[in-house]
């Protein structure tokens, strides 16, 4: 009898480690997403004000700010199962590298897109590139707005639902 004891209690005490170390090792994988740094801006567990630039027409407000020695670093955290960073998540990254750049007075000269459904990082460069293509975008935007020709780039009528611009937009799927 105290056999059989032993048995089931061992077997209850194993469960229970298993399942803190399933914990753990979840947790710290989740830790590991995320860059070092010291965080000096932090919208996922506070409301900090949003940023502005003096020089675009941008205003934003990024998950993190990561302090690394003299540089500021923007961290975008996005849901979703991705395995690559989609194109409009990097130009919202390359514009957060820009206001923190303005900002904080220091370079910004990368960025970290973060998926946490895929537990998957991509360290963004701002370099000059990536820079032209802002200045293109945001020329691209005034242009759209200037003339009211908007093109829509998707048949998707749930986007077209909760878009802040469908009171004014003439391609919006009814």
């Known amino acids: 009898m105290s056999f059989v004891l032993f048995v089931i209690i061992s077997a ?34 506070s409301s900090p004000p949003s940023l502005y630039s003096q020089r675009y027409p941008l205003v934003g407000k990024p998950d993190l700010i990561l302090k690394k020695g003299w540089k500021r670093i923007p961290v975008e955290v996005k849901s979703g199962n991705h395995h690559t960073p989609k194109p409009h998540h990097v130009m919202q990254l390359i514009s957060y590298c820009q206001l923190a750049k303005e900002v904080y007075h220091r370079p910004s000269p990368y960025g970290y897109l973060l998926y946490s459904d895929t537990n998957k990082r991509f360290k963004i460069l701002f370099n000059h590139v990536q820079k032209n293509q802002l200045k293109s975008t945001i020329n691209l935007m005034k242009e759209t707005v200037n003339t009211g020709k908007v093109v829509r780039n998707h048949n998707d009528k749930q986007k077209c639902k909760g878009c802040k611009f469908k009171p004014v937009c003439f391609a919006k799927i009814q």
Do not use: E, M, W
Request: net charge positive; charged share 20%; glycine share 6%.
């Open 12 to 45: 209850i005490c194993l469960l229970i480690f298993g399942i803190v170390f399933l914990f753990i090792a979840r947790k710290s994988k989740q830790n590991t997403l995320l860059p070092h740094g010291k965080i000096v801006y932090d919208d996922l567990h």
